[in-house]
C-alpha cells in the first residue's frame, strides 16, 4: 500500500498549554479555584516541571524528528498586578525561545490557554467590559518584548470553549450557569481576538503572522427529525460559525451580538489553528435550552473521555476551515486512553483524514499532537493521558511511548508510511 506524503515544509510536533505543563502557577483563578476531591481531581502542584525542564523536553522533541512546537505564555506571571511586568519572567520566555530555536523547532506562541490572572477575574473576568483592552494590551507589551523570537502567535485558545464552561456549564471558574453572562464573554472574547491580532501586528518588531486557535467540532444531528437539525445548527452557530464567520465578515453574531459590525475583526487572522478532536451530535431537548448532546452511539470507539473516536469528522471541519481562504494549521489533534494501541491509531487515521484534505487543494501546514507528556487535564486531574510520553511520579522522567517513536518515524519520513497505512487504514 502507497504512503500518504504530506507537503515539503509540513510542519510536526506537539502542543501544551503553561498551567498543564510548568507547575507553580500561583497567581491566576485557576490555583484559586483547586480544591482536591470538590472541583478537581488532582491540583496541579508542580505539573510536569516543564517550567524547569524545557530544556530537556526540547531536546527530546528534536530526537523524536518534531519540527515545530506550541507552548503558551502564562499570563499570570507576566502581568502579575495589573499594569505591572515581570521582566524576570518575560526573561524567562525569551530563553525558552531561544532554546526551541536551539532545537530547531519552529515556536508557535500561545498567549491565553484558559487561565486568568487573578487581579483580571476580580474585576469580572470575561464579563468586564475592559476585558478586551486588558488581554490586547498584554498581547502588545509580548509582542515587543518577545516578537524578535516567535514565528506564529496564537491569541486565544478555543474561544468557544473558555465561555460556554465558565459561564454557561459550570465547568470551569466561576462555575457560573448564566445564559446572559455567556453572551456577554462570547462577545468580549471576539473583540478581544481582534484587538490581540492588532496590538502584536503593531508591537512586533516585523509582522508575524498572527492567528485563534478555534476548536472545531463536526456537528450532526442525532436524527433527521426537524426539531434535532435546528438543535445541531444552533450549536454548530456557536461552535463553528460564530468566530469563523466573524473573522471573515466582521459581524458579531448570535450569541454574542445580532449581527453588528467591529472595527478591526474582519481579516484581523493569518491563518486558523484548528483543534479537533470529535465530532458532537445534538438533539432536541427539554427547555430552558431545548439543546441536548446524547453519547455517543452504541458499539462507538470512544476515549477514555467519553469522546467518540470520529476521524472523518476531521476531514469536514478541515475543509470547512480552508474554504475561508487562509492558512490552515493543525494545533491539537490527540486522545484520552491508557491504550498507547489506541493512540496510534487514533493519530493514524487522523493523518489519513488530513492527507484527504490536502490532496483535494487544502492549504494546511502542520500537526501538532495533544500533547507532549501524560499533564494537568483541568477538573479531571491527572487521571485523563493525552501525552506521547508518560509522567511517572514522583520522578516526572519522560518516558516515550509507543506513539512517540511512531510520530517520530511519521515525521521523519513526512508521510505516514506504507507500513503504518497496511496496520492502521
Not at 471573515?248 to 459590525?261: A, C, F, K, N
Not at 476531521?314 to 490552515?328: D, I, M
Request: overall charge negative.
Amino acid at each position: 500500500m502507497a504512503e500518504l506524503s504530506f507537503p515539503d515544509g509540513f510542519l510536526w510536533g506537539t502542543a501544551t498549554s503553561a498551567y498543564q505543563v510548568e507547575g507553580g502557577n500561583r497567581n491566576n483563578q485557576w490555583y484559586e479555584f483547586e480544591r482536591p476531591d470538590e472541583t478537581v481531581r488532582d491540583g496541579c502542584g508542580i505539573a510536569c516541571d516543564h517550567y524547569n525542564r524545557f530544556e530537556e523536553d526540547f531536546s527530546l522533541m528534536e530526537e523524536f524528528g518534531h519540527s515545530a512546537h506550541r507552548f503558551s505564555i502564562e499570563w499570570s506571571r507576566i502581568e502579575p498586578e495589573e499594569g505591572r511586568w515581570d521582566e524576570r519572567e518575560v526573561e524567562h520566555y525569551r530563553r525558552v525561545l531561544d532554546s526551541l530555536h536551539g532545537h530547531n523547532l519552529v515556536p508557535f506562541v500561545t498567549l491565553h490557554h484558559f487561565t486568568n490572572p487573578v487581579w483580571f477575574e476580580e474585576q469580572g473576568g470575561w464579563l468586564n467590559p475592559r476585558a478586551p483592552d486588558l488581554i490586547a494590551r498584554y498581547a502588545g507589551y509580548m509582542a515587543k518584548q518577545l516578537g524578535d523570537s516567535a514565528t506564529f502567535w496564537l491569541t486565544i485558545n478555543e474561544p468557544a470553549v473558555v465561555p460556554a464552561a465558565q459561564y454557561l456549564m459550570g465547568m470551569f471558574p466561576p462555575q457560573h450557569t448564566d445564559f446572559r453572562e455567556f453572551g456577554t464573554a462570547t462577545r468580549h472574547i471576539l473583540i478581544a481576538l481582534a484587538k490581540m491580532h492588532h496590538a502584536i501586528k503593531e508591537n512586533a518588531p516585523h509582522s508575524p503572522p498572527v492567528g485563534p486557535v478555534l476548536n472545531m467540532s463536526h456537528v450532526m444531528p442525532a436524527s433527521e427529525l426537524p426539531a434535532d437539525r435546528q438543535a445541531a445548527q444552533i450549536v454548530d452557530q456557536y461552535q463553528n460559525a460564530y468566530w469563523l464567520d466573524g473573522f471573515r465578515d466582521g459581524l458579531i453574531g448570535p450569541p454574542g451580538g445580532s449581527g453588528e459590525t467591529v472595527e478591526g475583526l474582519k481579516g484581523a487572522w493569518d491563518f486558523v489553528g484548528v483543534n479537533y478532536y470529535s465530532r458532537t451530535l445534538v438533539r432536541a431537548g427539554p427547555p430552558p435550552s431545548g439543546i441536548e448532546m446524547p453519547p455517543p452511539p452504541a458499539g462507538a470507539e470512544t476515549s477514555t473521555m467519553g469522546w467518540e473516536v470520529y476521524p472523518e469528522g476531521f476531514y469536514h471541519c478541515l475543509k470547512r476551515a480552508a474554504s475561508y481562504g487562509v492558512p490552515v494549521y493543525i494545533t491539537e489533534n490527540g486522545i484520552g486512553t491508557d491504550d498507547d494501541e489506541q493512540r496510534r491509531r487514533y493519530v493514524v487515521r487522523h493523518l489519513a483524514q488530513a492527507h484527504r484534505e490536502i490532496s483535494e487543494g487544502a492549504d494546511i501546514r502542520s500537526y501538532l499532537h495533544w500533547c507532549f507528556q501524560d499533564n494537568f487535564e483541568w477538573v479531571l486531574g491527572y487521571g485523563q493521558k493525552f501525552g506521547l510520553f508518560e509522567r511517572p511520579v514522583p520522578s516526572l522522567e519522560r518516558i516515550p511511548k509507543g506513539s512517540a517513536r511512531m510520530l517520530r518515524e511519521v515525521a521523519r519520513a513526512n508521510a505516514v508510511t506504507a507500513d503504518l497505512v497496511e496496520r492502521y487504514l
